[in-house]
């Protein structure tokens, strides 16, 4: 087992749910408050260890990689006029991790997309992160796998208790033991009266570089996409996985209400909005 350093984002989906506006701006990049969801989430991966993440990005995404890199012309204006306070505002390069770039030409899937990692993964275990997942907690959420991880020498998924009126939404755990949180397998999206428990698998993955082989020969599933779940349940097959139960709140921002939701809590946490945002909401609508 090796120390997790390194993070896959893949952001190169189409973002149909939150069409049109996905057709020219990713949704990985809309602002939660004045950053952008991708932002939050590489900022989750340095607070917890993550020193080399990969982007899986797309053709139609050039502003991630601008995002992320350093603007000259913009730094030179700004320099000579002095102003200071937007200066540090544009530092949106992270100085204490690698960000790597990879693209993928058709979006066949998450599972297809991870699948181009596998050259800057090796024989390491590492983490993913879905780019549209945000997740608001005290200790990184990130961090919370790590640790599992680093006890159990195995395989992690994040999860959270889920109402069991929403649990056809999502890949829902079924446990091979309840107390230790072992999981058996994921079921996706099973109808109401199905599902194996009331915990989901969301967003935040720790797997061994055993997934590749698995993805190279994997078929197609939900949607007609290759899904990285599909990929885990094989894995699981043949290594352990544990279900880390996050202290967390989440907030799927590929979604029109999760991405408000996140910006109506984000803001609420801010000090300058915070009051102005409250008397808002307290209107009548
Ligand atoms: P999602 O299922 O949330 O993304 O994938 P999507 O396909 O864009 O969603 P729709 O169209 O709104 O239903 C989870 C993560 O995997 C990435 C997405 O960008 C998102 O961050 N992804 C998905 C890829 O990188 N490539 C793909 O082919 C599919």
Redesign the pocket.
């Known amino acids: 087992m090796n120390k997790i350093t390194k993070a896959v984002?893949?952001?190169?989906?189409?973002?149909?749910?939150?069409l049109p506006i996905t057709k020219s701006i990713p949704?990985?990049m809309l602002p939660i408050v004045d950053k952008p969801t991708l932002s939050y989430i590489i900022e989750e991966c340095i607070a917890s260890g993550i020193t080399d993440i990969l982007l899986?990005t797309?053709p139609y995404k050039k502003v991630i990689e601008d995002y992320f890199d350093q603007s000259f012309e913009l730094e030179r204006r700004l320099e000579q006029n002095h102003k200071e306070k937007e200066l540090a505002l544009l530092k949106t390069k992270p100085d204490n991790v690698n960000i790597y770039f990879i693209r993928?030409g058709e979006?066949?899937?998450?599972g297809?997309?991870i699948k181009l990692a596998s050259t800057f993964v090796g024989n390491d275990d590492f983490a993913v992160l879905?780019?549209?997942?945000l997740m608001d907690s005290s200790k990184p959420a990130l961090k919370q796998l790590i640790e599992l991880h680093e006890k159990t020498s195995s395989n992690i998924i994040g999860a959270l208790k889920v109402p069991s009126h929403l649990s056809n939404k999502y890949g829902m755990i079924e446990f091979k033991n309840e107390q230790t949180k072992e999981i058996k397998t994921i079921i996706e999206k099973p109808p109401l009266e199905k599902s194996p428990s009331n915990y989901a698998g969301l967003g935040r993955y720790i797997v061994s570089s055993k997934i590749f082989p698995i993805l190279e020969s994997l078929s197609l599933g939900v949607g007609g996409?290759y899904q990285f779940t599909d990929a885990m349940k094989k894995l699981m097959e043949q290594e352990k996985f544990y279900a880390c139960l996050l202290d967390a709140t989440y907030y799927d921002t590929?979604s029109k209400i999760g991405y408000l939701k996140a910006n109506i809590d984000y803001a609420m946490k801010n000090e300058e909005m915070k009051e102005e945002l409250k008397n808002y909401l307290n209107k009548d609508f």
């Open positions: 984002i893949p952001v190169a989906g189409l973002g149909t749910r939150f949704k990985e899986i797309s993928q979006p066949k899937g998450s297809h997309a879905y780019g549209d997942d996409e590929g």
